[in-house]
T-cell receptor, first 111, second 110 residues
Framework: NAGVMQNPRHLVRRRGQEARLRCSPM?????VYWYRQLPEEGLKFMVY????????ESGMPKERFSAEFPKEGPSILRIQQVVRGDSAAYFC?????????FGPGTRLTVL | RKEVEQDPGPFNVPEGATVAFNCTYS??????FFWYRQDCRKEPKLLMS???SGNEDGRFTAQLNRASQYISLLIRDSKLSDSATYLC???????????FGSGTRLQVQP
């Protein structure tokens, strides 16, 4: 059973470009979560989704960030017009219920 | 005040030592508690869930004190491979979002 998969593992963008991060949950898991870890800081919750629904987006920045989990395909975290402060590790997790299992993360670097 | 507070360490201990980490949380409505470990630049990995009755998994023992809003992790007979950052994590009632502490760094030395 493959774990949570994320791609790309490393992403470099210039200021003003768009970043798209993808997450495929573990087989059988219908809950997906996105977290961000800034350098030298702890993980911070961003958004919780189930198929085709955003359940809790209380941790999402109000502008430039969006997330989706379509009926088919991976969950996508989209960051528009990236700024240097968006440089971080973005981790996706999935769960069957309460216990969350994390993917390897995408390291975003904004130049 | 942070929602989940941990001593950042580092804790430098020799192999074979017993080491204990503590964590406090501010929201009395928190319902689920976990310890995760995170190796440098890697994803967090679940170490164990924490129950009110206390639970043990091999060399690891976790305790929860709801009245004091306090969680602990005890590692016995430390191994070099235990070197990592240990994250105290809580989940609030009615939500699925995890709240992470900043982590306690452990370095086990030969």
């Amino acid at each position: 059973n493959a774990g949570v998969m994320q791609n790309p593992r490393h992403l470099v963008r210039r200021r003003g470009q768009e970043a798209r991060l993808r997450c495929s949950p573990m087989k059988g898991h219908s809950h997906v979560y996105w977290y961000r870890q800034l350098p030298e800081e702890g993980l911070k919750f961003m958004v919780y989704l189930q198929k085709e629904n955003i359940i809790d987006e209380s941790g999402m920045p109000k502008e430039r960030f969006s997330a989706e989990f379509p009926k088919e395909g991976p969950s996508i975290l989209r960051i528009q017009q990236v700024v240097r402060g968006d440089s971080a590790a973005y981790f996706c997790a999935s769960s069957p219920k309460d216990t969350q299992y994390f993917g390897p993360g995408t390291r975003l670097t904004v130049l | 005040r942070k929602e989940v507070e941990q001593d950042p360490g580092p804790f430098n201990v020799p192999e074979g030592a017993t080491v204990a980490f503590n964590c406090t949380y501010s929201n009395s409505a928190s319902q689920s508690f976990f310890w995760y470990r995170q190796d440098c630049r890697k994803e967090p990995k679940l170490l164990m869930s924490v129950y009110s009755s206390g639970n043990e998994d091999g060399r690891f023992t976790a305790q929860l004190n709801r009245a004091s809003q306090y969680i602990s992790l005890l590692i016995r007979d430390s191994k070099l491979s235990d070197s990592a950052t240990y994250l105290c994590v809580v989940m609030d009632t009615g939500r699925r979002a995890l709240t992470f502490g900043s982590g306690t760094r452990l370095q086990v030395q030969p």
